[in-house]
């Protein structure tokens, strides 16, 4: 059977935002190519070069550049999100830590998370174990174990 590469993909209004929310909550990636010298943004690039709005990428691709991790590409739609999702990624923040440790370390991640622009949707305190499912700046879900 072949094997096949998988990327991820998010849809959303704001692409610059949500794909810079998630190259810092999951550390290790990065845009494939950098924002030229002088520019802090590729739409203010953009703007210095006179490329109108409506003709500019709609999207944004991260890469990780340390590991084998998949592509992650962020598409601009016009629809907002409505429901919860059908997919969610998980955050594993606390592998082989147990009990008072183990949730410490994801409340710790849930916070530094929330100050890239997450929201704490609702903290699970199950028998099966603590983990918390949040919500990027657009409303996507995603668990923190």
């Known amino acids: 059977m072949t094997a096949f590469d998988l990327h991820i993909v998010f849809d959303c209004a704001n692409p610059d935002l949500v794909a810079r929310f998630w190259m810092e ?11 030229p010298d002088g520019f802090t ?7 210095a ?16 550049k340390d590991r ?11 629809e907002s999100k409505a429901g919860k999702n059908r997919l969610h990624l998980d955050i594993k ?6 009990g008072t440790s183990r949730r410490s370390k ?7 998370l929330v100050s890239l622009g997450a929201t704490l949707f609702q ?10 499912i949040m919500q990027d700046p657009e409303g996507n879900e995603f668990c923190v174990t």
């Open 41 to 47: 943004t590729w739409d203010e690039w953009a703007d």
């Open 106 to 112: 994801i409340e710790q991640e849930g916070d530094r």
């Open 123 to 132: 903290p699970m305190d199950h028998p099966e174990g603590f983990h918390l």
């Open 25 to 35: 909550a999951l550390g290790g990636y990065d845009f494939p190519m950098p924002v």
């Open 68 to 78: 084998n991790r998949p592509d992650i590409f962020f598409l601009q739609v016009p």
């Open 49 to 64: 070069q006179g490329i109108p709005v409506d003709q500019r990428p709609t999207g944004r691709t991260l890469v990780d």
């Open 93 to 98: 923040v606390a592998p082989g830590l147990e």
